[in-house]
């Protein structure tokens, strides 16, 4: 079985490319997932032995298993009927009917359905010696309301602080990606306008600038098959080097780099397109920074096990005013606390939530765009300043029907 080529490896020229029809990029990014493409069929794993840790863990390890199924899935980018949709009326019956769908939903199972069975062992335990079922050595387990209302203006602000500080890796994330989708459609812009003189080189480059972000999303996002997104972008000589690479998106960088070196351009041309290079090192640079720098562990230890103590000593703070709706109260509380605590976890690693498959979608269809219109946007202009030319006067005035122009004339020259 051959591997496909690249579109652009038949394309000795960039006005013999814009006469390609479009390649799938979209089905080539939108690969499936490692697990069912690797997987060998006839291999049988051995059976796990069932034991007690196992039991615990099934209902933790299906949630796991569902959110990071989720987590792989593509974002798109917002349209105007999106929009119209997200802002409607009905969106709040939306969101509620959607609501055993949502992977952060999921996620709270294992920690509700936890504290909820504490909060249920504790209203029975109680009852149990309220009723004197039970030895009468046994107390019943109730506290104070007061360290909880001392308490809960903190737990309030460390949830607050720990989802704005999130919130803020995922902003900072989004706006790197926007230099770097911006970056690419200029830089391609200043390629196609400046490299006249060599075709076949102009089109190496630009498959190089477009393969860029996709080698880029490929080194940000887990588990991503960078050998199937790039297939259709770069020659099988080119895409040999990139995989045997140790960092994908520098080799791109290196491929653009030596290939402006061997263009004939005058100095100031090539000092514009070497400058458009530093937009790519400065996107790795903070992405790689996001990525390998989280929120400090103390800090997202500390929110974890306030929360975890809290909701513990929940029942017994509220048994005495409760009874048995501590049970019910504890399950909200949980699923409210943890639920913003989860929230911010996910957008803390923002490359799995961005929409970075549809932006590097968005960059080929701009730059195959520019090269198509190119040519014919050039004849068009050339065809405008032909006309302008014959139609001026020998003095320089623009003519109107053959005439001179008049309408710049001062009335006192007459």
Excluded at 68 to 80: A, D, S, T, V
Excluded at 86 to 105: F, N, Q
Excluded at 217 to 230: F, M, Q, V
Aim: with cysteine; aromatic share 8%; proline share 7%.
């Amino acid at each position: 079985m051959t591997t496909p080529k690249s579109p652009f490896q038949s394309l000795p020229s960039s006005s013999s490319f814009s006469s390609q029809s479009k390649i799938p990029l979209k089905n080539s990014l939108n690969f499936p997932s490692k697990f069912t493409c690797s997987q060998n069929p006839n291999h049988q794993s051995p059976p796990k032995s069932i034991t007690l840790i196992s039991i615990l863990r099934s209902i933790p390890d299906w949630a796991d298993g569902i959110k990071e199924r989720r987590m792989k899935q593509n974002r798109p980018l917002y349209k105007h009927e999106d929009w119209v949709r997200h802002r409607s009326s009905l969106r709040h019956i939306r969101h509620l009917l959607s609501s055993l769908s949502s992977r952060v939903i999921l996620s709270l199972v294992p920690p509700v359905i936890a504290f909820t069975s504490v909060a249920a062992f504790v209203a029975s335990y109680n009852t149990a010696v309220l009723w004197h079922l039970l030895p009468e050595i046994f107390p019943v387990l109730r506290a104070s309301s007061l360290p909880y209302q001392l308490t809960a203006p903190a737990l309030a602000l460390l949830l607050v602080f720990r989802t704005e500080a999130s919130y803020s890796r995922f902003e900072e994330g989004r706006k790197a990606w926007s230099k770097v989708i911006s970056g690419t459609n200029d830089f391609a812009r200043q390629v196609i306008v400046s490299v006249d003189n060599d075709s076949c080189l102009k089109a190496s480059i630009l498959k190089y600038i477009m393969a860029f972000p996709v080698a880029l999303k490929c080194h940000l996002k887990y588990e991503s098959d960078i050998g199937r997104d790039l297939e259709y972008l770069l020659d099988e000589d080119d895409l040999e080097v990139v995989l045997r690479s140790n960092h994908r998106p520098r080799c791109i960088i290196q491929f653009i780099s030596q290939s402006m070196q061997l263009l004939d351009l005058e100095e100031p041309k090539r000092t514009v397109l070497e400058s458009k290079v530093f937009c790519f090192h400065e996107g790795i640079g903070v992405c790689e920074q996001i990525m390998g720098i989280p929120i400090p562990l103390s800090y997202t230890r500390l929110t974890s096990r306030f929360l975890v103590l809290w909701h513990l000593t929940l029942p017994i703070i509220l048994w005495d005013d409760c009874n048995w709706i501590v049970v019910p109260a504890t399950f909200v509380s949980a699923a409210s606390l943890f639920c913003i605590e989860e929230v911010g976890v996910l957008i803390e690693e923002p490359f799995q939530m961005l929409a970075l498959d549809e932006l590097c979608i968005r960059v080929y269809d701009h730059v195959h765009e520019a090269i198509k219109s190119e040519k014919k946007i050039r004849e068009i202009l050339m065809m405008k300043n032909q006309a302008a030319s014959r139609n001026s006067s020998p003095n320089g005035h623009p003519t109107v029907g053959g005439e001179p122009n008049n309408l710049t004339s001062h009335p006192c020259d007459n």
